[in-house]
T-cell receptor, first 113, second 112 residues
Framework: QQQVKQSPQSLIVQKGGIPIINCAYE??????FPWYQQFPGKGPALLIA?????SEKKEGRFTISFNKSAKQFSLHIMDSQPGDSATYFC????????????FGTGTRLLVSP | DVKVTQSSRYLVKRTGEKVFLECVQD?????MFWYRQDPGLGLRLIYF???????EKGDIPEGYSVSREKKERFSLILESASTNQTSMYLC???????????FGPGTRLTVL
C-alpha cells in the first residue's frame, strides 16, 4: 500500500514531442505528489508538485495531471527539448507519522534532436 | 540556496571493509535521509533522522547503520561492505513541515 508504481521505465521521443510518464498509488493518505528530475551525475531535484485537491498544475512546459478517483497522476512535458533528457521520479508523501516520501522506480527519458 | 554535500563522488572499497559516507547540509533542516539508487528499483530509503541522535529505519536498513551527532551532519556506515552494496547513495534533507526534499549529488560506491 506504500508503493508508487511508475511507467514506463524508459522513453524516447523526438524533439517537440510530448512524453507522458504515469504513476499510480494505493494509499489514500498520500497528500502531496512531487516529481523529481535527475540529470546524470546529479542528485534529484524537485521539478513540480501537486496536491490532491486540484486536477492539473502547469509550470512552464511541465504539467501534472491528477486523477484522484483513479489514484493516478502523470507528468507531461510539452515541446520537449534535448535538455529535458533526464531520469524522472514521481513520489508521494503521507500526512501522518514521519511523512516520508515514497518514490516510483524512475523513467529514463531521452529526447532526440 | 540549500546545499547538501556528500564527502565523496566515487568510492571503491573491498569486501569486508568498514565504509563511512558523510553528508552535510547547510540549511538547518531537522530531517535527513539516506537512499540508495539502483536501476529499475528507484530510490529506496535506508535510514532517516528527524533530530540529532534520533534515527529511524527505512525500507532497506539491513547491513547499514547511521550516526547523527550534529544537526547538519548525517553519516551512513557499512559495517562490513559486501558486493551487493555496490550502488549510488544519495543523501537528502528536509525541514520539518516542509514539502521539498533536497538531495546531494550522490556517492557511487563500488565494493570489490
Amino acid at each position: 500500500q506504500q508503493q508508487v508504481k511508475q511507467s514506463p521505465q524508459s522513453l524516447i521521443v523526438q524533439k517537440g514531442g510530448i512524453p507522458i510518464i504515469n504513476c499510480a498509488y494505493e494509499n489514500t493518505a498520500f497528500d502531496y505528489f512531487p516529481w523529481y528530475q535527475q540529470f546524470p551525475g546529479k542528485g534529484p531535484a524537485l521539478l513540480i508538485a501537486i496536491r490532491p485537491d486540484v486536477s492539473e498544475k502547469k509550470e512552464g512546459r511541465f504539467t501534472i495531471s491528477f486523477n484522484k478517483s483513479a489514484k493516478q497522476f502523470s507528468l507531461h512535458i510539452m515541446d520537449s527539448q534535448p535538455g529535458d533528457s533526464a531520469t524522472y521520479f514521481c513520489a508521494a508523501k503521507g500526512n501522518t507519522g514521519f511523512q516520508k516520501l515514497v518514490f516510483g522506480t524512475g523513467t529514463r527519458l531521452l529526447v532526440s534532436p | 540556496d540549500v546545499k547538501v554535500t556528500q564527502s565523496s563522488r566515487y568510492l571503491v572499497k573491498r569486501t569486508g571493509e568498514k565504509v563511512f559516507l558523510e553528508c552535510v547540509q547547510d540549511m538547518d533542516h531537522e530531517n535527513m535521509f539516506w537512499y540508495r539508487q539502483d536501476p529499475g528499483l528507484g530510490l529506496r530509503l535506508i535510514y532517516f533522522s528527524y533530530d540529532v541522535k534520533m534515527k529511524e529505519k527505512g525500507d532497506i536498513p539491513e547491513g547499514y547503520s547511521v550516526s547523527r551527532e550534529k544537526k547538519e551532519r548525517f553519516s551512513l556506515i557499512l559495517e562490513s561492505a559486501s558486493t551487493n552494496q555496490t550502488s549510488m547513495y544519495l543523501c537528502a534533507s528536509r525541514r520539518t513541515g516542509g514539502r521539498t526534499q533536497y538531495f546531494g549529488p550522490g556517492t557511487r560506491l563500488t565494493v570489490l
